[in-house]
Nanobody
Framework: QVQLVESGGGLVQAGDSLRVSCAASGLTFSSYVMGWFRQAPGKEREFVASLTRGGATKYYADSVKGRFTISRDNAKNTVYLQMNSLNSEDTAVYYC?????????????????WGQGTQVTVSS
């Protein structure tokens, strides 16, 4: 049974940093592209970042480019999202997702497994 479990969310102030993590089990982690998505209240779930199986190539949404960094540790079956210079527009539930492919995508429908999400709230 595949499980993706996010952690590390919380309440921070504008300008602060936060790192969220996603621990995977029940799959061969290094065979999966990993991604982060987020969903704010009343909005659709949107792409944030993704990276290739080895972690060498990374993709970001324009809204987070230069502020967020995605990384992975295949030995720990974990993917991370380091978020810097947070602002109120980053407030959302953050979800990690896994895709059995060599090619990262931004489309949420192309991911095979999802975590339950972790809330990130940025106060201004």
């Amino acid at each position: 049974q595949v499980q993706l479990v996010e952690s590390g969310g919380g309440l921070v102030q504008a300008g602060d940093s936060l790192r969220v993590s996603c621990a995977a089990s029940g799959l061969t982690f290094s065979s999966y592209v990993m991604g982060w998505f987020r969903q704010a209240p009343g909005k659709e779930r949107e792409f944030v970042a993704s990276l290739t199986r080895g972690g060498a190539t990374k993709y970001y949404a324009d809204s987070v480019k230069g502020r967020f960094t995605i990384s992975r540790d295949n030995a720990k079956n974990t993917v991370y999202l380091q978020m810097n210079s947070l602002n109120s527009e980053d407030t959302a539930v953050y979800y990690c997702a896994a895709r059995m492919s060599a090619l990262p995508t931004t489309a949420r429908g192309t991911y095979d497994y999802w975590g339950q999400g972790t809330q990130v709230t940025v106060s201004s």
